[in-house]
């Protein structure tokens, strides 16, 4: 009896199940740092891509039955007991260990590029699992809000999207540059479209704002606006607008030469070069957002001509680097000159438009200085 007694007591207590789906959930957001700087793993074996992309679609497979087995268990009553929860989050954990496994077997030599696709992935199956598993334990399993809840959930979305990766450093840029082309499109769209409106704040303003008491004082602008330059544009603004526009133009055009260059001549073996292309690209599309915000009024011409002026210099890094690349074969190619004439015309045109308020700065400046000396 009292060896009985002993042998029970020496066998752990589990905790109750959603205590245990809890830790689970903290377990997994604590593996998202490490996936964010993970660095591939050394081996002595010779890469192979076909085992690769084999073992990271079974993994997500994996991953996905498990995330559907959790949800079948936890999604009714009863729980299921202690040991068989412990054995269900065992199974979570061994999953996602194993994709993330997988990840780092990827060699840097393969592209950064790719391995950024192929970690964003891991990242958004982990995370996925990891909201799923909050949902399991927040929401009780009886409730209607627990199956809407877990019909959204990503992790299940972000499975799928791993058969859908690039499988080569060269079509990882491509669907990179890709997107950049689309993130520059929309903004040049909707810098067009605000021009059109010629009130960006149309629909924000308060009724009374609107009174028609008003409307006698007011006096239309050059593109038939009204002269309220907290609201809207001066005709010094709209002016400045055009050369913007055109800059932003210019900037979709590069990219989509570059893009070009890189699916008609870049080589999957020349991973460096294409990287240092992705690289510099990926800035193209911030630089045009922060352009694009400066242009909305109340527009100072100070901030529009910086942003310009940063928005110049990615552009004419980005045609640099795939000037000197293998993707440009011939260095002399008239599009790059093209385009390099293009930009220095916008920026040339947003200076002159900018030199009043830039020397009323520095002659504010300068006045500032005097009085101190006084």
């Not at 010779?46 to 268990?73: C, D, G, I, K, Q």
């Not at 060699?107 to 391995?115: N, W």
């Not at 891991?122 to 995370?127: A, K, Q, Y």
Request: with cysteine; glycine share 2%; net charge negative.
């Amino acid at each position: 009896m009292a060896s009985a007694a002993a042998s029970t007591a020496a066998v752990p207590t589990l905790a109750p199940p959603l205590e245990q789906i809890h830790q689970l959930a903290v377990e997994l957001r604590l593996l998202l740092p490490g996936v964010r700087v993970g660095e591939a793993r050394e081996t002595t074996k010779e890469f192979n891509p076909e085992t690769f992309w084999r073992r990271l679609n079974a993994a997500a497979v994996n991953v996905s039955r498990e995330a559907t087995t959790l949800t079948e268990v936890f999604s009714r009553v009863p729980l299921p007991s202690p040991q068989e929860t412990q054995r269900f989050c065992e199974q979570v954990r061994a999953a996602i260990t194993a994709i993330i496994a997988v990840y780092y077997s990827l060699p840097k030599d393969q592209g950064i590029t790719l391995r950024k696709l192929v970690r964003n992935a891991t990242l958004d199956i982990v995370d996925g699992m990891a909201q799923l598993v909050d949902v399991l334990f927040i929401t009780p399993a009886h409730s209607p809000e627990n199956s809407d809840l877990i019909s959204y959930n990503s992790v299940w979305t972000a499975c799928q999207q791993v058969p859908r990766i690039p499988r080569d450093n060269k079509a990882a840029a491509l669907s990179m540059l890709t997107k950049s082309v689309d993130f520059v499109k929309d903004a040049h769209e909707e810098m067009e479209q605000a021009v059109e409106e010629c009130d960006p704040y149309c629909g924000l303003l308060n009724d009374t704002e609107d009174n028609s008491d008003n409307h006698g004082n007011e006096e239309d602008d050059g593109l038939g606006c009204p002269n309220n330059r907290d609201l809207y544009w001066s005709e010094e603004d709209q002016e400045l607008i055009i050369p913007c526009l055109a800059l932003v133009r210019a900037s979709k055009a590069c990219l989509k030469k570059i893009r070009i260059s890189v699916a008609e001549n870049g080589k999957k073996d020349q991973v460096a070069q294409l990287d240092d292309i992705v690289d510099i690209s990926d800035e193209i599309s911030p630089s045009v957002d922060d352009l694009a915000l400066s242009i909305y009024p109340p527009m100072c011409h100070l901030t529009v001509r910086i942003n310009s002026a940063k928005l110049v210099s990615v552009l004419k890094k980005a045609l640099e680097i795939t000037k000197a690349s293998h993707v440009t074969p011939q260095p002399e190619d008239s599009w790059i000159p093209l385009l390099i004439n293009a930009i220095d015309h916008c920026m040339n045109r947003i200076k002159e438009l900018t030199q009043n308020e830039l020397e009323l700065m520095f002659a504010d400046s300068q006045l500032a200085d005097d009085s101190l000396k006084i």
